[in-house]
């Protein structure tokens, strides 16, 4: 696709407030990759607080990482309050399979916050799917294989479509859709995955991204590139993962619109 | 000690799901120490989630650094579906005689939950030894003297049989017994003690191993040594402590069983 | 200044034990940090301990990031029992202004405990003398402008003797006053601000500097100099933030009196 954008340009120059709720297990991580792309984490969870936060914020994430009952307040509140003031909030349903409990907080938040930008890797996002169409306590059918890539593009539309978001599935493939276009991104290595948090980082990465850009198909798929491709200008064989962590986080600092412009592999599907 | 295990490459081939309920200092090292290793980090706390995510999982790692009155709860929750459903469980006493809160929680983690390994520094240990002989409120009194090697080999012989699992005291000397074979392990650095953490790293290393190995006195003993040596291959004369923490985290991604059966420092006490 | 301290050798001659009640985010940078000019850190925010641990401590450092209600109570519990017991306690009032817990809890804790340094940015700083003059529902009215130096420092000077503690202003000018002696100083780059962390990390480094040394303006310029020396030290034009993170923490832990010495740049004031 031909990347015109300059969307790193306006994060460095506008320095968003990124507000995130998120896990104890990334949050430094988060708050770091912020700091690189040009914006300003604050990351606050108390539920007598998140309000006031959110309004001095220009974007929310929510993560549900390392949720307890607290937090899962607090998600709700901070969500509602940045529909209400009109900034743009990304959800990061993480391990929403593995839990009832996570899988009834991801169909709470659908259902009582207006999200921008959903992002998980495949199987939390059809998990996600599954529980805003069967509920949290329904069957993990679903109708989509997502054995095969098509499938997966035509999930994304699909969900993207019903929530009136752009679903950003990543991992060994990565798809964007906003439910009119759905971008392919090839960018990344396998290696990424044997860092943790990388897609925590993208998540909060993208919270910056929206903050200044429009919550597009093309804004996210930009930021789902320049996440994979930090992932792989850092890399050399026989690297190691402490090594690698840090590289990545070096080329996100060092990243802007002219690296990611050259270097973005991202293809239209629809 | 002869070396011929194939502990890490039954990792890297299984990849087995380490859950983890552990403190939020250094979660992030836990996590990414694990993925160096070969294993899948999964850090949950919650009291309404933790057995569901035990019943996935292929380990259970309870680590008490920051425990709070609601993490507690989560953790003998979590330790009794482990043992009902057959996995491993790890116990860190991190900090265990340094408040009474933490004294109470270990000895009722020991009373409750049948532990594969207990590991943690001989001041952990002693004192872990000390309230499941005592009880939380009896005095510091303690059979070993622990100034001796032979001392603390003997305190771990008899604290593995008393609790039936393996213990493992790790610090400027290694010991690990299961109450039958007592192996002190000798590498490692001084200068590890200066990066927070390789404690709580190591107990998750431990999860990871006794996931897809024998909870036995040498699985425990390899992982000992594969810390220790990830801290020895990783130092050189003048290092600032941030880099050797990353290259700590790139030798244990790095390292295979062929480089743990020429490099380790096993030796048979009993 | 002519610098004739012995700081830092105090410090790596004692290992003074450092509380901290700290967020998440930034807890594992603050220990390592710690271990890495000598002291020996332990994070523990649980109400039935932190009086315990507290009372094993050479210092207390409360740092409300990522407060919450729980924690809160923690810090007034820890903080009354750190003056019984009659070791400093240093302030990081994170954010003071952003919420209305912040302010309140900032407002209570400066009138509960008895602090021995607070220190923040300038907006935290600002925040809190309001609050301690005004209220926590007060108007945001500051007697000072804040645009000019001499400004700050007559702010920190006012503050310091109205709380009788040293007043630390970190960014991108740092004060430091007792209310007696005024210094301003020079040392750091304006890179330190894309770390996270980096004034969570000076707060707990003050704490382990005060722990064993008095908690004067000349020891509170020496630990701000330190920080600031570490990050010039670490940087080299077009580094990545990762990596600039990573010889933060190399240069604390390889820094001494001689270093510092030499590389302060503090000048008095008054």
Do not use: W
Not at 58 to 84: C, F, H, P, W, Y
Not at 230 to 258: C, F, H, K, T
């Amino acid at each position: 696709m031909s990347y015109n954008g300059d969307f790193i340009g306006k994060i460095r120059e506008k320095n968003p407030i990124v507000h995130n709720i998120t896990n104890y297990v990334t949050a430094n991580d988060c708050a770091n990759i912020l700091l690189g792309i040009g914006a300003s984490p604050i990351m606050a969870d108390e539920e007598n607080e998140v309000e006031k936060i959110v309004s001095i914020a220009d974007a929310l994430v929510i993560n549900i990482g390392t949720l307890n009952q607290r937090t899962v307040e607090s998600m709700v509140k901070a969500g509602t309050m940045a529909n209400k003031v009109g900034i743009p909030v990304v959800l990061d349903p993480v391990g929403c399979g593995a839990s009832d409990l996570r899988k009834r907080t991801t169909l709470n938040l659908l259902e009582k916050v207006d999200f921008s930008v959903v992002r998980g890797n495949i199987s939390e996002i059809k998990s996600a799917f599954n529980v805003k169409n069967h509920g949290s306590k329904g069957v993990d059918a679903n109708e989509f294989d997502c054995s095969e890539i098509e499938e997966i593009c035509l999930m994304a539309d699909d969900f993207a479509n019903q929530i009136e978001a752009v679903v950003a599935i990543t991992g060994s493939i990565d798809v964007v859709s906003d439910g009119k276009e759905t971008f392919i991104i090839k960018n990344g290595t396998k290696k990424m995955s044997r860092i943790t948090g990388t897609g925590c980082m993208l998540s909060s990465l993208t919270g910056a991204f929206i903050a200044v850009n429009k919550a597009s198909a093309e804004t996210v798929s930009a930021v789902v590139a320049a996440m994979g491709l930090a992932g792989e200008l850092g890399y050399s064989q026989g690297m190691g993962m402490g090594s690698y962590r840090v590289s990545l986080m070096d080329n996100i600092s060092l990243m802007d619109d002219a690296v990611l412009r050259e270097g973005n592999k991202i293809e239209r599907f629809k």
